[in-house]
């Protein structure tokens, strides 16, 4: 299977503003300590949570490429089953990737890798590009996670799917710049 290649995504934030948001939740919920007013720590919370959109919006933008491709490479490798569709390997990435795609996204610091991937494929399969900020309701942004939750189950229902396992269709994952150090010692 072709690898699951993930690109840096920058501007658009500071790259602090999704922590600063967790701890204006956390504040905001009592849970810590805070000095600063509840409409300052509920603004930062929104910048926050905007950030972890546009992440997940680009996250899905590579996802969604691999899914393609993957579909494509079975296509092309003989009796293409009409079941085997884009939902298959988003089932796979989601709930059954391989053991060493886990422990390197573990290596990583991700360590919900289920609700990262599933919930960027919700946000992508919405918005294919980060919609810009005052666009997006406040409601919306404070919740984004339950409305990603529930993209990915409805992506996940829009057609009837083979489900796949890692036996059946191995892969890896990689940062853009680690793969491509790969392929230039290949070609060296």
């Not at 399969?125 to 990603?148: C, D, G, M, V």
């Not at 229902?157 to 680690?178: K, R, W």
Request: charged fraction near 20%; include cysteine; glycine fraction near 6%.
């Amino acid at each position: 299977m072709p690898p699951l290649i993930l690109h840096p995504f920058s501007g658009g934030g500071d790259a602090a503003d999704p922590l600063e948001g967790v701890r204006a939740s956390m504040a905001l919920q009592g849970l810590v300590p805070s000095d600063d007013e509840e409409s300052v720590l509920y603004q930062r919370m929104l910048v926050g949570r905007y950030q972890e959109v546009r992440m997940l919006v680009f996250l899905g933008k590579d996802i969604f490429r691999w899914l393609r491709q993957c579909v494509e490479f079975v296509n092309s490798a003989g009796a293409p089953d009409s079941r085997i569709v884009e939902q298959s390997f988003a089932a796979l990435v989601v709930d059954d990737p391989p053991e060493a795609v886990v422990r390197k996204l573990e290596s990583w610091g991700v360590t919900d890798r289920r609700a990262v991937f599933s919930r960027a494929i919700g946000i992508h399969s919405i918005f294919q590009h980060p919609p810009l900020p005052e666009t997006l309701s406040p409601e919306f942004l404070k919740n984004y996670h339950r409305y990603a939750d529930h993209a990915y189950i409805c992506f996940q229902h829009l057609y009837a799917f083979l489900p796949l396992t890692t036996n059946q269709f191995p892969f890896d994952i990689y940062a853009s710049e680690e793969y491509a150090r790969i392929l230039s010692a290949q070609w060296e």
